[in-house]
């Protein structure tokens, strides 16, 4: 009998690793009642006040900046955009309710006097604002954010407008929507209060009729409230540490709680209050039309055809009887349905294939994720007429199709595991899955749901294709295994700063890396240009919602606020292709109500996704390590399976730490390094990349000496994490993310990039494991092996492996011919290392080709007999590459082609290309094709810079800063013509 299925007593819970023979599915001799449940939370966690020493405060000998008024004129207070609306950005006023002494209906009244109010940033939190008037330094540079008061996250505030209401047919009935404000709102119109909002996620809606006339201003005054509890942070220095993540904001659910500070950001002392999201003002026609939902099914395997369903939400804001109708078009679909609704009605209105034949796509344009299709997008348009013809409403939204399904594991009533394909959108809302606390059971396999007696018979469940990922998660797009490589966004922006301007170079770069996924981590991103970007670049979503960690945090304490909240974004997002899965809490399951109430509310507003109650072990693995590791070990120990949250330390580029601190706090590492994340103790403490950087290269000398080693070890780690998991694609492995691709700020821990758009070691560790078709060592076993992670077999090929003695002298060569087969890992060869093996340190270079000698992929490893070998690459000679630059201009961007060539006898190792002014400030954002690529005596290597707009080409250069290589490509003369397309001569220099 299973007695005891406490995880920590199987030895491969302890090691981290789940054994083939663990995850055998075999019926069991007792039945799923026997085994464990899941755990209601016993612990409250912190509670907001770390009670830190003030003799452990961040110190610098650095004065914060004097702050600079940096804002522009404001814009006009009504924008046109599309549909009928029009946006309220402009002519916001800010005053804290602390200095405004009057009453809520004058200050609503127009013609009040906010002259000596502050000019507002709407969209914007109120520390934005503050920072955009000149009030505060910037709180993201050195120690600034010390500088600003914790009372601003402990008083209320009111923003106000004017606007002229625009003239429209006297039918028409304006409404007032706020997208979002953080956290509670009191909203004001000319005198009379119109109501609340409650929370950062949920929209608020206010109709306007008979409070206002075309052609006459009005006065709109909003109360903002920060959260109730907005606790007390942690002030990360080299002495204190990380500390507690996280504290009281917890406790108020749907909200930024991580401006509390966790050990990726500080506390930021507004915590986000404010109108975070746009303000617009809709002018209605007596029908409106709210939130869709767009099912779309495929007869699979075969994707000739699409069935798509399309549901609108119709409201009737009159007192009389409504006869009208509702039109739809898309890309050559027309459709159209009459409806009569009673007074004040509201109705889902639903177009069906069975009922439209246009529904019925042939040849549909799919949704693709990142490298396995397009991300095909279609454009929906909906009109409400009344029975005259005139419009009433409407409404554009882009939307794909593609259906999502899963396998997974779970144990039937009768008590034995089942692995099965789960596809939600065939079950709707009828509930397939247990997963409640009760249903939640630990089996030898580890955390499982429970199938319901419903699932036997339904058509959302069936045969899985592969038992080899058993018990793990596995998403499937159009009937595909999706291998989730990707990373953890936890906020954004520190500030909530998080236009679509600002957002899109960060899902570029993300992209042009390969990845796939991106987890939104607690729900922190929530807004549409996130999830449009998503949509447009092909990342599937993983979206959380407003939970975090069991036994450590606190959990919600108001239900029905977290569930309003939750409703509305549900409704509000679930038309994005890209969101394939909500998750309930991060580490942990939410309690029991939320957990109910999430799993109805996601079947029944949604019925399309999956619920994933945690973001771990349950069809998971546990999250981490977070700490530096041999590489080796995410092979042979870590991820084997689908992890959520695994990490390393990650040192930014010399460039990027210059633009985060002053001088004097750069180097030696400083109290303001730490407050940039760089841990000393407590979560992701750097202790042991320091000392491993130090016996293999030999300890930082200096600011640029450290960077350079830090992005080797940068490279070498995160390489090694994406190609672990190309070692066992499938076999168990079907995802893992990073914890963090992302930085809400400048940071140095966790991330591939700088939140300026800089790139890292890390970054192209990545993108080299990630591409679609990749040839790699296997670190464990020694094997070289191919990786195609795309949909298409790839025949043919030809796998060289070289060694090479440090002075770049060929031992050994080593080819085979193969077939690699899509979306799987194949075997080419055994490495043989013996003619190396008299060498203290000797160079793999690895080689994919197709039929025809095009190379497809190449990758270069160093390997050691000890750690301290690698302190020969001290001695390598120094290289200044030569090359040449073609230059043209391409829609709204500009292209570098960059070919480099070695022209020395010695490697070239690490290069990375930085486009730069001539006064050698980087441009940025910039796309490079390749980075820290290494070149072998004569070769040549050619890769691809772009950047935004059309910088003067005389003004440009490349700079090649690598382990041994130091050099600048420049663009000797520029031409006038308008497409530039050119080669020019190159000048090298050393800096």
Known sequence: ????????????????????????????????????????????????????????????????????????????????????????????????????????????????????????????????????????????????????????????????????????????????????????????????????????????????????????????????????????????????????????????????????????????????????????????????????????????????????????????????????????????????????????????????????????????????????????????????????????????????????????????????????????????????????????????????????????????????????????????????????????????????????????????????????????????????????????????????????????????????????????????????????LWCGRNEGVPPPALNEGLDHLIRTLDGTRHYQPGSIQINLLNSGPWVHRDPVKFFSEYGHGFTTEIGLPCVPTADAIRAMMPVADQWPISDTWAYHDWHQADHGEVKEFMADLATQYGAGTDLDDFCRKAQMMNYVGHRAIFEGLNARLWSPASGRLLWMSHPAWPSTEWQLYSSDYEPNGAYFGAQKACEPLHVQLNLDDRQIVVTNTTLTPAPGLEVRAEVFDLQSNRLSIQKARMDSAANATTQAFQLNEIPAAAFPIYFIRLTLSDATGLKLSDNLYWQTRTAGDHRALNNLPRVTPTGSIQLERISDATRLTVSINNPSATVALMIKPTLRDSTGARILPAYASDGYFSLFPGETRTLTIETPGAPDPEKLRVTLEGWNTSGTLTVARATKVAALNFRDSLAATTP
């Not at 549901?311 to 409806?339: C, K, W």
Request: charged content about 20%; glycine content about 8%.
């Open 1 to 580: 009998m299973f007695h005891d299925f406490s995880l920590q007593n199987f030895p491969w819970r302890r090691r981290g690793v789940r054994t083939l023979a663990m995850i055998v599915l075999t019926p069991l001799l007792a039945t799923a009642a026997n085994w464990p449940q899941w755990p209601l939370q016993i612990s409250p966690g912190p509670s907001g006040d770390p009670h830190q020493n003030p003799a452990s405060f961040p110190q610098s000998t650095v004065a914060p900046q004097a702050p600079q008024r940096r804002a522009s004129a404001p814009p006009p207070s009504l924008t046109a955009t599309r549909d009928g609306t029009w946006n309220l950005t402009g002519g916001w006023k800010l005053r804290s309710a602390f200095q405004v002494a009057v009453t809520a209906r004058e200050i609503s009244m127009p013609g009040f006097d906010a002259h000596q109010w502050y000019d507002a940033t709407v969209p914007g939190t109120v520390l934005t604002t503050l920072v955009d008037q000149g009030i505060y330094p910037e709180p993201t540079y050195g120690l600034n954010n010390l500088a600003i008061p914790e009372s601003l996250n402990r008083q209320d505030y009111w923003y106000r407008t004017e606007f002229t209401v625009p003239a429209t047919p006297a039918a028409r009935s304006p409404t007032i929507i706020f997208h979002g404000i953080n956290y509670g709102a009191e909203v004001w119109l000319n005198g009379t209060r119109l109501g609340t909002i409650r929370g950062a996620f949920i929209r608020g809606s206010f109709d306007l009729a008979g409070l206002v006339r075309p052609g006459e201003r009005a006065a709109l005054a909003v109360r903002v409230s920060p959260v109730p509890h907005p606790g007390i942070p942690h002030e990360e220095s080299l002495l204190a540490g990380a500390g507690p993540n996280g504290g009281s904001m917890c406790f108020d659910g749907p909200t930024f709680f991580c401006t509390e500070g966790w050990d990726w950001i500080p506390g930021i002392r507004d915590r986000c209050t404010g109108i975070w999201q746009a303000v617009e003002l809709r002018l209605n026609g007596p029908v409106t039309l709210g939130d869709i939902q767009v099912v779309s099914k495929l007869p699979l395997p075969l994707r000739s055809t699409a069935d798509v369903t399309i549901t609108v939400t119709a409201t009737n804001r009159t007192a009389s009887p409504q006869s009208f109708t509702v039109e739809g078009e898309f890309e050559g679909a027309h459709f159209q349905q009459a409806v009569v609704l009673a007074p004040l009605a509201t109705t889902d209105v639903q177009f069906s294939p069975a009922a439209f034949s246009d529904l019925h796509v042939k040849q549909p344009r799919l949704w693709w994720p990142n490298g396995y299709g397009q991300p095909d997008l279609y454009h929906l348009k909906l009109t409400a007429r009344d029975s005259g013809g005139a419009v009433s409403e409407t409404k554009s939204f882009r939307f794909g199709i593609r259906e999502v399904s899963y396998e997974l594991t779970a144990v039937d009533p009768a008590g034995e595991l089942q692995r099965r394909n789960y596809t939600p959108a065939d079950a709707g809302a009828e509930r397939i899955l247990d997963l409640t606390h009760a249903g939640l059971r630990e089996s030898p396999v580890g955390w499982v749901p429970t199938w319901t007696t419903s699932a036997k018979n339904s058509p959302a469940v069936g045969p899985a294709n592969d038992s080899r990922t058993a018990p793990f998660l596995v998403i499937k797009i159009n009937g595909v295994p999706i291998i989730a490589k990707g990373g953890n966004w936890g906020l954004d922006e520190a500030l909530k700063r998080c236009s679509r301007a600002q957002l899109e170079p960060f899902m570029r770069l993300e992209r042009d890396a390969h990845l796939t996924m991106i987890r939104n981590w607690c729900g922190q991103n929530t807004e549409e240009a996130f999830f449009e970007l998503c949509d447009e670049y092909g990342f599937m979503v993983w979206s959380d919602f407003w939970a975090s960690t069991q036994n450590w945090n606190l959990q919600p304490g108001d239900l029905q606020l977290w569930l309003d909240n939750a409703a509305d974004t549900l409704r509000r997002f679930r038309h994005h292709p890209s969101i394939v």
